[in-house]
Nanobody, 120 residues
Framework: VQLQASGGGLVQAGGSLRLSCAAS????????MGWFRQAPGKEREIVAA????????HDADSVKGRFTISRDNAKNTVYLQMNSLKPEDTAIYYC??????????????WGQGTLVTVSS
């Protein structure tokens, strides 16, 4: 299984980025997908999650109304649209796949991470 995250970069506060995560080696629709982040000196936390069908989603309170998770099962890809970015959103963002819908950190497979830096 491979999860390839992309789309990170440097953006000014108030700006937008869209992260993508392309999955291979698994039956994509059978896996819930999650986006997590880890800022320097902080623990990894969940940002958003989406069920295999895409009908169920969750957003962390810190990103609610600003970030949107979605998936395209035909392309084996999950996205994280990030709007109104804040400096506190600066972190390495990871995508992960899990056999069941979960809001916990214990996902089955993890991507390599993509760095998002938000300047003030």
């Amino acid at each position: 299984v491979q999860l390839q995250a992309s789309g990170g970069g440097l953006v000014q506060a108030g700006g937008s980025l869209r992260l993508s995560c392309a999955a291979s080696g698994l039956t994509f629709i059978r896996y819930a997908m999650g986006w997590f982040r880890q800022a320097p000196g902080k623990e990894r936390e969940i940002v958003a999650a989406i069920s295999g069908s895409g009908r169920t989603t969750h957003d962390a309170d810190s990103v609610k109304g600003r970030f949107t998770i979605s998936r395209d099962n035909a392309k084996n890809t999950v996205y994280l649209q990030m709007n109104s970015l804040k400096p506190e959103d600066t972190a390495i963002y990871y995508c992960a796949a899990n056999a069941g819908y979960s809001l916990e950190l214990k996902y089955d497979y993890w991507g390599q991470g993509t760095l998002v830096t938000v300047s003030s």
